[in-house]
Structures are given as structure tokens and as C-alpha cells.
């Protein structure tokens, strides 16, 4: 962006609802699904380092990816906006796979929240007195923040998403929160720690490459955005 360009102005529905529907829900360009391209490619790239994941299923793969991108969209949206916006912008996606019939998606987002939150507290000790003053800090803001939220009148589970997304900007950086999403796909998949069989280390390291890809993909779009109420 220059320096003396302004930012789009767009809503959080508009904004939302057009990155779902031509990125995510129904990727389409000029005639090519680009969904069913990214799944084909995708999964060449990792069977090319290993070749066991070939026996993944295709359709399989792509039902795991939808999820997967609405999760790491949130992500990059919340590192991008902070946390009030964070909340609407989930409350917003969970009624918008309800109106699409899709409540299944959002379900199975659950899985890779629960890994984002993870990452934010990963390898912290309470025995550690700077690392139990960090956890109880992640903790007690995110009590207090739903709190807040829930007497706003919002939707505690989509309140909760948002906030298992607070405190993560470092453990993404650290690749922690990358690696976690990357093992929930592959033990989805049949290749994970859940799994007597493990994709091996260079298509671990591949899929988490394709993970930081999608999360730079919707950090983009979103740099030159300024959400407004409409």
C-alpha cells in the first residue's frame, strides 16, 4: 500500500462473506474450480516426499482443508484486528454456515482452535515463575473477556473461538501454532500422531508450509482493509 493511499472501507459481513464465498465455499475462476486444483496439487506435493500419503482420499483431503481455512482465516483476522472484531467476526461465521447448511464445518473447526490454543501456551511451566505468570495472565484475560462478551449478549461458543485465538502472535511466529494445525490434519488423515503410520518429516515440513501459505493469503486481503460498521 503507498503511503498516501486510504484504506477500503468495507463491513465485517461484506468483507467476510466475499472472502468465504470466492476463496473458501465456491473458489471458482473463469470456469476452474481452484478448490479441486489446490486438494490435487496440495496433495502431490506431499506425496512427492512421501509417497504412503498417496492412499489419502481426495475427497477426504478437501472436506479437511475447508475447515482448516476458515481457522486460520480467523486466525490471521484476529492477529490483524484484535480481539472485538475477532468475536464479531466469528459469531458472523458461525451464522453463516448456518445459513448455508454447513454447520459441519464450523463443528469441525473446534479441532484446529483447540490446536491454535494450545500453541499459545505450549511449553510453558508452572514450576517456571515467569512462565506461571504468563499462563495466569492468558487465563484470567480470557475469563474476564468472555465475560465481558456474554454480557454483550454474544454467542458464548463463537465468544470462545475468538478468544482460544488471543495470545498467539509469537507461537505463530515460532512456527509452534503451524506445526499443531499440521498434525491435526495429517492425524485426520490417517498419518498423524493418532496413527500407527506418521507422514515423515519432509512432508510434515511441506504441510506446514501449505498452512502458513493460506494464513498470508487471508493476512493480504486484509491489510488494506479498514472494517466499518454499515
Not at 470466492?22 to 486438494?39: C, K, L, Q, T
Not at 510434515?204 to 482493509?225: P, T, W
Request: charged share 25%; aromatic share 12%; hydrophobic share 40%.
Amino acid at each position: 500500500m503507498g503511503l498516501f493511499n486510504k484504506k477500503q472501507e468495507s463491513s465485517l459481513e461484506a468483507f467476510c462473506r466475499a472472502f468465504y464465498e470466492r476463496n473458501i465455499m465456491n473458489p471458482v475462476i473463469e470456469g476452474i474450480d481452484s478448490g479441486a486444483v489446490f486438494v490435487e496439487v496440495g496433495k502431490k506435493y506431499l506425496v512427492e516426499v512421501d509417497p504412503k500419503l498417496s492412499s489419502i482420499d481426495d475427497k477426504k483431503l478437501a472436506a479437511e482443508v475447508i475447515p482448516l481455512r476458515f481457522e486460520l482465516f480467523a486466525l490471521a483476522w484476529i492477529h490483524q484486528f484484535g480481539d472485538r472484531l475477532a468475536v464479531a467476526q466469528s459469531v458472523f461465521t458461525k451464522n453463516y454456515l448456518h445459513e448455508k447448511g454447513r454447520d459441519a464445518i464450523w463443528d469441525n473447526m473446534e479441532f484446529y482452535n483447540q490446536a491454535i490454543t494450545r500453541s499459545s501456551t505450549l511449553g510453558r511451566k508452572t514450576t517456571n515463575g515467569f512462565d506461571r505468570a504468563y499462563l495466569m495472565k492468558v487465563n484470567q484475560t480470557r475469563m474476564d473477556q468472555f465475560d465481558f462478551y456474554i454480557g454483550e449478549g454474544y454467542d458464548p461458543t463463537a465468544v470462545a473461538r475468538a478468544l482460544n485465538r488471543l495470545f498467539t502472535k509469537d507461537a505463530w511466529k515460532k512456527d509452534i501454532t503451524a506445526e499443531l494445525l499440521m498434525f491435526v490434519v495429517y492425524d485426520h488423515l490417517g498419518f498423524g500422531p493418532n496413527n500407527d503410520v506418521w507422514a515423515n518429516e519432509e512432508a510434515q515440513f511441506r504441510l506446514k508450509g501449505v498452512i502458513h501459505g493460506l494464513y498470508n493469503g487471508a493476512a493480504e486481503a486484509m491489510e488494506d482493509i479498514k472494517i466499518v460498521d454499515k
